[in-house]
């Protein structure tokens, strides 16, 4: 009779050792899959800020042309053919979700206007020179 018992403990605790086993390893599965979700939403967002700063760096050229155009300054911020090129950043031109400032230089007959767009951590630029 008590070889029946001790079988009986004997497969109780196996079974007890097996179901922690399987526990350790769903939950080892389960925070593998949070990591990679996490890390794909991370690098979502880090795309959706670059193009952000892509599109605001885009406007802030198109702004400032339309300054040189019109011949007036739109933003007020004292230069025609800028945008918030005041070294203030509390005051920057926000466009959509980015930020922009647009600095001029000029050589001979062209003019030479640098967008920076920025979104998050994201920094794009664009220079374009006009004639």
């Known amino acids: 009779m008590r070889q029946h018992r001790s079988r009986h403990q004997h497969r109780r605790g196996m079974a007890a050792v ?12 389960v925070i593998g899959l949070v990591r990679r979700n996490a890390r794909d939403f ?3 967002v ?12 885009e406007a802030g050229t198109q702004m400032a042309m339309r300054e040189l155009a019109l011949t007036t300054d739109e933003d007020g911020d004292g230069t025609i053919g800028t945008i918030s090129d005041d070294a203030n950043d ?7 979700n980015g930020i922009v400032v647009v600095v001029q230089a000029t050589g001979g007959s062209d003019i ?5 767009g920025r ?6 630029e664009i220079s374009s020179t006009l004639q």
Do not use: P
Not at 112 to 116: D, G, I
């Open 112 to 116: 030479t206007l640098r967008s920076e």
């Open 90 to 96: 509390a005051n920057d031109r926000v466009v959509g």
């Open 18 to 29: 097996i179901t922690i086993l399987l526990m350790v390893m769903l939950s080892i599965m």
């Open 119 to 124: 979104s998050g951590e994201s920094r794009r």
């Open 42 to 44: 991370d690098l979502t």
């Open 46 to 57: 880090r795309r959706v800020q670059t193009l952000q700063a892509f599109y605001a760096a």
